[in-house]
């Protein structure tokens, strides 16, 4: 453990008064002294001296065997005798750091419990501390009515003792402390700061599961004065949960507390002001004209002084500049001041930030700084840099050569695995989305695997480099990057370069000869698996590459992928057995065994009104792309338009739990039906739906994909495609029948019995509806892309609503109606107001851009009115989003 | 509970863990215990720290920080002290921080304080922390304190620690309550 503290005997000070005190300290003669306690005439001062011995030894590090330990604390017990008030504080603490095992307390128990009931109030708050510090539940029991006095005790010392034992006590004995909200109530209004602040803390803990309490708590302290800035800051916390969760149950309408955040901003303490700021910035689907004091403020603390308040503040606008990078960049100036900040955390925050607010224009001279500060920082700080520098790239593909540049600078430097890799996956990423960038990024790879250490990376650039190299102008040059592999590097390596260079081989003809005389060569390798590649690719290469058959079989075989899930190929090869039948691939299943899409309603996370596309929702078509594309029925219908959230088919808790996602294409619709048999005795096979399209008469169905097997628990899909009039919004309801054979599951054995009976199950009704053929996508300037579209497509029409809820209710309905992104936080309605403009924009199917303005009028009686204005690409889609509107 | 290692094989200039030293999960500034309240692990100061100029620990006081890891975090701290308390003015605080995980230190005559604090004691609470606790040290010695003088008076420093974090948790915050408590004295203003 520790090594005992020993001030050196320096030439310099040899002066006695230099001397540690605790100089050559020993717990055997600490642990001798300590029977000075048992002495019948205390000597109080010498008795707290050897107490200060032990927490010398204690705060080393140092360990008290379990006997030592007792013997201590017995010794100790004894100190309650003496009346000096140094010693007894002194006691206090030491029990509290001997922390005695639970037979042992009770020796002091009843000192303690004298003490909790003494005239002194400095013994009372103490003792309570000790008691709640090493008792146990039964214990407890005895002293709850002690403790429940103490919270309200004249002497705030007191009662903030009881109030954070509470506190701590509430972990291990919940049901107890529960019952002490009355005097906890009354803690609350206290006019001693600090047991107002343990009161609130406590209080809070203890209703923090019943929000209406935790609300009224908030609304009625809001109001009233809070006296400490700690309490606060609890105080704005409490708040911030409170607006969380009423934001959560209506969208619309004004924020409530916001006010109360506002003037927090204000208060005179930092730590409140900092609290209230990123509450502030914190709030869901906060808007530009909300977040503007906390910027302001925040960005004062930019230049101060103090590092604490400097890295603070960084550190909170970093976060703001992820979601809402505009509303941050009045701040940039002062950002860039702190690039040359001493502490490396201030400027590494600064430069993310500023990365992620800069324009086009100030790149290259961030850039510049960036150079400077790379070389010394570490690279957890590097790594973030250079995903901040990828996403800047992305956005500005015109700077790829400045950016470009700079990731193979500091490829070339030292660095760990994660750095490098973070750098080779930017650049990979980079020449995948900016052709322009390809090969000057290509030639950096090449550069960087001549000399890198690391196997992995070398295995994943060559595969890369196979893919993308014979498709640029010169794939030449890049042989011998690759063949220097060969020669030079370890096994995994080589097998990976000899896998490229059959991959130039097969693409370009020209190079072909060639390459043949380098697989040639590596046949005599010292590694099975390098010469084994090189003969079969020899062997596939070297066939008669003129005959197109061939050819494509080739490249099928090298650039092809697997075509089934790599989770089930390896789950096939561990169940098959050596045997004369070869293994078959085709006898893999394609299909993806659970569902690969979290698609439990998410809690209701509102996308921004600002900047581009919601996240969430991309990702989760993405996932389906990847999904449908693997079921080759549907692969000619083009790329995926749009998929809509599941649509409940089943009621809760019935024997099938079905739902269905529509996805739309431009010629098709194909309807995904999550289904989970909720029956352990049963297992279901050959699972479809039968879709009656009668009423749907622009549909007609075109395949139909079966889910072989539903066993109890684990959710399949099955699919049903149809196709539609191309690019048209086509509306129509579709019946469901859930058609299945059914095998009886023998619930101990857990193995199905032979035979099935044919069995269906009536399903929900199925609608497409126009919003089925909207996107949510934002822009960023609404006023300019409204500008930008010809007003000869407008097309402008009155509405009445009728008689609505209020204002927020009808803005809030017309967005679901049409399915479109809000932008600019249009779609937050103040309350009291009476008329409301909001902004709307979106994709509609066939990739027209449409943008609406609606403005909103209520009247006395709470009639709604309503102007549409839509301009779109094409004024035919403005006319039927009028018709979207008059038919809702 | 709480905190894993620090890795103490930092940037020098920086100051900085290289590693994660946060547990997982709590990628961001820890709103989670707001959001998702019937979490218990309460918020903590996860530990204080008194060392000399050269290192050598003179208090160590850890909340919620597992016996085996203890070792680590002070090599951590004494070496982040080591790379950037040299040259700096008393009770000018300096900060670092990684993830969820916040660690503001000063230098106070002879003696480095380091307080390492998670969630809801982040870089500014624990300043308010690091600051009560320097007024008290301050205090009880009558200057800012050198080694001989921390170690003299090292029983009452350790009850005025003892009456501003009880078990990891922020309790008192004012030097002159404090001076009075440790002298069992009930506080002026009750």
Not at chain 1, 280 to 305: K, Y
Not at chain 1, 335 to 342: A, P, R, T, V
Not at chain 1, 392 to 414: A, G, H
Request: net charge negative; proline share 5%.
């Amino acid at each position: 453990m520790a090594r005992p503290y020993v001030v050196k005997k320096d030439d310099d000070h040899d002066d006695e008064a230099e001397y540690s005190p605790f100089l050559g300290l020993e717990k055997g003669t600490v642990l001798q002294e300590a029977r000075v306690f048992n002495d019948p005439q205390l000597d109080a001062r010498r008795c707290a001296q050897v107490i200060t011995k032990l927490l010398y030894l204690l705060n080393q590090g140092e360990a008290f065997t379990k006997v030592e330990a007792t013997e201590v604390f017995f010794a100790v017990t004894k100190l309650f005798q003496s009346k000096d008030t140094t010693l007894r504080r002194m006691v206090y603490l030491i029990i509290k750091e001997l922390s005695p095992s639970a037979d042992e307390v009770i020796i002091v128990t009843s000192s303690l419990m004298k003490d909790m009931n003494s005239k002194i109030d400095m013994y009372r708050a103490n003792a309570i501390r000790v008691l709640s510090k090493i008792t146990d539940g039964t214990l407890l029991m005895q002293i709850e009515r002690y403790l429940k006095q103490a919270i309200v005790d004249k002497n705030p010392v007191v009662a903030s003792a009881a109030l954070v034992s509470g506190i701590h006590l509430l972990q291990t004995n919940p049901e107890i402390v529960k019952r002490w909200s009355n005097e906890v109530q009354e803690g609350v209004q206290s006019r001693a700061a600090l047991v107002q602040f343990h009161a609130l803390a406590l209080l809070h803990q203890i209703r923090q599961n019943d929000r209406l309490a935790v609300s009224k708590l908030v609304t009625s302290l809001t109001r009233g004065s809070v006296r400490s800035p700690l309490a606060q800051c609890l105080l704005i916390r409490y708040t911030s949960q409170v607006i969380h969760e009423s934001s959560m149950n209506s969208q619309t309408g004004e924020r409530p507390f916001f006010d109360y955040l506002e003037s927090c901003l204000r208060h005179k303490a930092e730590l409140v002001i900092f609290e209230a700021a990123r509450a502030i910035t914190e709030l869901s689907s906060v808007t530009s004209r909300e977040l503007s004091p906390a910027i302001t403020v925040l960005q004062l603390f930019l230049s101060s002084s103090k590092p604490i308040l400097r890295f603070a503040a960084v550190r909170t606008l970093n976060k703001v500049a992820m979601t809402h990078p505009l509303s941050v960049t009045s701040c940039n100036i002062d950002m860039e001041s702190l690039i040359s900040d001493q502490n490396r955390s201030i400027a590494t925050l600064a430069i993310t930030t500023l990365l992620k607010t800069g324009n086009e224009s100030s790149v290259d001279r961030l850039m510049k700084q960036i150079t400077n500060f790379m070389s010394d920082i570490a690279d957890e700080f590097k790594i973030v840099v250079v995903e901040a520098i990828r996403s800047l790239c992305l956005k500005f593909p015109l700077k790829y050569r400045s950016l470009m540049n700079f990731l193979s600078n500091i490829l070339r430097e030292e660095g760990g695995f994660e750095y490098k890799k973070a750098i080779v996956d930017s650049i990979v990423i980079l020449i995948r989305d900016i052709p322009d960038a390809k090969e000057s990024g290509l030639f950096h790879l090449c550069e960087f695997i001549e000399d890198c250490e690391f196997t992995y990376l070398s295995t994943q650039i060559l595969h890369f480099i196979g893919n993308e190299g014979p498709k640029t102008s010169d794939p030449s040059k890049y042989i011998r990057y690759i063949y220097n592999r060969v020669i030079l590097e370890n096994a995994t390596v080589r097998a990976s370069a000899v896998s490229t260079l059959a991959k130039f081989g097969a693409m370009v003809d020209s190079l072909k000869p060639r390459i043949l005389v380098l697989l040639r060569r590596c046949q005599f390798d010292i590694d099975d698996e390098v010469r084994d590649r090189a003969t079969l690719y020899l062997d596939t290469l070297g066939g008669d590459a003129s005959v197109g058959e061939t050819e494509k079989y080739v490249k099928d075989f090298l650039f092809g992928s697997l075509d089934v899930p790599l989770v089930n190929l390896e789950k096939s090869l561990r169940s098959y057995e050596a045997s004369d039948m070869p293994f078959d691939i085709y006898s893999v299943p394609k299909e993806i065994k659970s569902q690969p899409l979290a698609e439990k309603k998410a809690p209701g996370r509102k996308p921004t009104g600002l900047g581009g596309p919601p996240c969430a929702p991309v990702s989760a078509v993405d996932a389906y792309e990847k999904l449908l594309s693997l079921i080759p029925e549907f692969s000619s219908f083009g790329k995926l338009f749009k998929s809509s959230t599941p649509v409940e088919l089943s009621e809760a808790e019935t024997e099938y739990a079905v739902n269905v996602v529509k996805h739309i294409y431009d010629g098709h619709v194909v309807f995904q039906y999550n289904c989970t048999n909720t029956i352990p005795e049963q297992l279901l096979e050959n699972v479809t739906v039968f879709v009656d399209a009668s009423e749907a008469e622009d549909f007609s169905e075109v395949a139909s994909k079966p889910l072989r097997s539903l066993p109890y628990d684990s959710p399949g899909q099955t699919f049903v495609a149809f196709e539609k009039p191309y690019g048209l919004p086509a509306t129509g309801r579709f019946s469901n029948l859930l058609k299945f054979f059914v095998k009886e599951v023998d619930p101990a054995t857990v193995e199905a019995e032979e035979e099935g009976v044919e069995d269906e199950y009536q399903l929900e009704d199925l609608e497409i509806v126009p919003v089925d053929y909207m996107l949510k996508v934002g822009v960023s300037n609404f006023k300019n892309a409204w500008e930008s579209m010809a007003p000869d497509n407008e097309r402008v029409d009155e509405y009445g609503l009728g008689a609505r809820e209020s204002l927020a209710e009808a803005v809030c309905s017309v967005i679901n109606i049409l399915g479109m992104q809000p932008c600019e936080g249009t779609e937050v309605v103040p309350s009291n107001s009476r008329s409301h403009a909001c902004l709307l924009s979106g994709i509609f199917i066939g990739n027209v851009k449409v943008l609406v303005r609606l403005s909103f009028g209520v009247d006395e009686s709470k009639q709604v009115a309503m102007k549409l204005a839509v301009r779109s690409e094409d004024p035919n889609i403005s006319e039927r989003i009028h018709e979207i509107v008059a038919e809702a | 509970m709480g905190a894993s290692l620090p890795n103490p094989d930092l940037d020098s200039q920086g100051g900085q863990q290289k590693k994660d030293p946060t547990t997982a999960g709590t990628e961001e500034r820890s709103r989670s215990r707001l959001l998702h309240p019937s979490n218990p692990i309460p918020e903590m100061i996860l530990a204080v720290l008194f060392t000399n100029t050269d290192g050598n620990i003179l208090v160590e006081r850890f909340h919620g920080v597992p016996a085996e890891e203890r070792l680590h975090w002070r090599s951590f701290l004494v070496k982040l002290g080591a790379d950037n308390l040299k040259g700096t003015k008393n009770e000018e605080l300096l900060v670092a921080s990684h993830k969820s995980v916040f660690v503001v230190y000063t230098i106070l005559g002879d003696v480095c304080i380091y307080v390492v604090g998670k969630d809801e004691y982040d870089e500014l609470a624990l300043a308010e922390l690091i600051f009560v606790i320097t007024s008290s040290v301050k205090d009880v010695c009558g200057k800012p304190p050198t080694e001989r003088l921390f170690l003299d008076h090292y029983g009452k420093i350790c009850l005025c620690l003892d009456e501003i974090i009880w078990k990891g948790m922020l309790e008192n915050t004012d030097k002159d309550r404090i001076r009075r408590l440790i002298r069992l004295k009930a506080p002026t203003d009750a």
